[in-house]
C-alpha cells in the first residue's frame, strides 16, 4: 500500500506555475500580483450530509473545487490558487485517480492551480481552500446591497435539489431529465466569469449554495434592507416546470440547495449594463426583483402584488 507521500507525489503533486512555492513543504508560498488584494474561500464536503456515499468520484473531485470556484464569483474574484485536505477511509488508487481527474479538469479550466494541503485517514471529507485576486474595492460585499436596487440571478435554480429528491427516491425523473438535474447536483457550474464582469456594476453579491430565498436572505441581513421578490418571475428550467409535484416544485426552487448560481443586487441604472455582463458571460441574468426599505425579510409575492407564505427558506447544516 503507498503512503501518504507517495499518494501526494503520484496524485496531487504537480509543478508550481504562479505560486513561488506549491504542493510539498511544510507551507505554500504565494507571491500577490502588485496592487491586488486576496480573497480567501473554504468549504467542506462531507459524505451523507453534502453527498451521497458512493457519488461519482470524478464528479466529486469537480464539484469539491467548483463550490470554492463559486464563493469567488460570488466576490468578483479572479480564481488563482488552493490547498485540498482530504480524509479517505482506505487507499482506493482508482478512485483517487478519478478524483483528481475531476478536480484539475476544472482547474485547469480556471487557471487555478493546487498548491498543497493534508491527506488523512477517516470518514471521507473533503476540504478546499481557494484564494482569489481582485482590485480594492471592487469586492461585492453581502452589506452593499441598497433600497431600490434591482435583485438579479443567474441561470435558474431548483435543478439541482430536484435531482437529489429522484437520487433519494422522493421523487421519479425520467431520463434526460434525470440525467440533466443530477448533473446539475453533482457538476454545477461556477459564475467565474459573471462574477468578474459583474465588478463595479452589482452591488451586493452571494452564490446560491442553501437556497435562493435563504442565501438572498443573507444579502438583507448584512445590508439592513427588505427585498420583494415576484414569484411569476422567477426563472425556472423545462424539468421543474415540468415537474407534477406542484409543492416540491416550488421547494426545489425557493429552497433547494446546490445551484451555485449568483443572485445579486444592482442600481436600475446599471439594467444595460448587467445584462451585457450576462452576454458576455454567456449565461442568461434575470430580474427577479427589488430591495426595499423594512427590517430584513424576503417578500414573495404573486403575480397580484400579495405575499405568499414561505414554508421553508433552505438547507441548514446542523437541522
Known sequence: MPSEFELIAKYFTRPARTAALGVGDDCALIRPPAGLILALTTDTLSEGTHFLPGADPRRL??????????????????????????????????????????????????????????????????????????????????????????????????????????????????????????????????????????????????????????????????????????????????????????????ACLLAGGDDYELVFTAATDKRTTVEAAGRAANVAVTRIGRIVAGAPEVRLLDRAGKSRRIDRLGFDHFR
Open 61 to 250: 473531485g469537480h464539484k469539491s473545487l467548483a463550490v470554492n470556484l463559486s464563493d469567488l464569483a460570488a466576490m468578483g474574484a479572479d480564481p488563482r490558487w488552493f490547498l485540498l485536505a482530504i480524509a479517505l477511509p482506505d487507499v482506493d488508487e482508482a478512485w483517487l485517480e478519478a478524483f483528481t481527474a475531476g478536480m484539475f479538469a476544472l482547474a485547469d479550466a480556471h487557471a487555478i492551480e493546487l498548491i498543497g494541503g493534508d491527506t488523512t485517514r477517516g470518514p471521507r471529507t473533503i476540504t478546499v481552500t481557494a484564494i482569489g485576486t481582485l482590485p480594492p474595492g471592487y469586492a461585492l460585499r453581502r452589506d452593499a446591497a441598497q433600497a431600490g436596487d434591482d435583485v438579479w440571478l443567474s441561470g435558474s435554480t431548483g435543478d439541482a435539489a430536484l435531482g437529489l429528491a429522484h437520487l433519494k427516491g422522493k421523487f421519479t425523473l425520467t431520463g434526460e431529465a434525470a440525467a440533466r438535474c443530477i448533473a446539475r447536483l453533482e457538476q454545477p457550474v461556477a459564475r467565474v466569469a459573471l462574477g468578474q464582469r459583474l465588478r463595479g456594476v452589482a452591488a451586493a453579491a452571494i452564490d446560491v449554495s442553501d437556497g435562493l430565498l435563504a442565501d438572498l436572505g443573507h444579502i438583507l441581513e448584512r445590508s439592513k434592507f427588505a427585498a420583494e421578490v415576484d414569484y411569476e418571475s422567477l426563472p425556472r428550467s423545462p424539468d421543474l416546470r415540468a415537474c407534477a409535484d406542484a409543492t416540491l416544485a416550488d
